[in-house]
Nanobody, 117 residues
């Protein structure tokens, strides 16, 4: 069983930046798919960004050009660099990892990001 622990959330002003980290309790080498999701109050959880084991990335249209997902296998960590933050980015952000499409995914506990002046 792998545990995922997110950190880096907080309160930031519009236009500011945050970097979220997701540390896995074990090696992430075996995970083919890693992602960040977010859920705002009253809304469904949505995919923000994803990265494959090979390094291919994908982004939601709403964050393209502002967010960057990356990983450091040596540190068992996935990052989400968030720049030019907007109030609509306010949400709980969750880390997600899955080894194969048919395997059970792992979720972190979430970290709150609030963008407000």
């Amino acid at each position: 069983q792998v545990q995922l622990v997110e950190s880096g959330g907080g309160l930031v002003q519009p236009g500011g930046s945050l970097r979220l980290s997701c540390v896995a309790s074990g090696s992430i080498d075996s995970f083919n798919y890693m992602a960040w999701y977010r859920q705002a109050p009253g809304k469904q959880r949505e995919l923000v960004a994803s990265i494959t084991n090979g390094g291919s990335t994908n982004y939601a249209d709403s964050v393209k050009g502002r967010f960057t997902i990356s990983k450091d296998n040596a540190k068992n960590t996935v990052y989400l660099q968030m720049n030019s933050l907007k109030p609509e980015d306010t949400a709980v952000y969750y880390c997600y990892m899955q080894r194969y499409t048919w395997s059970n995914p792992y979720w972190g506990q979430g970290t709150q990001v609030t963008v407000s002046s």
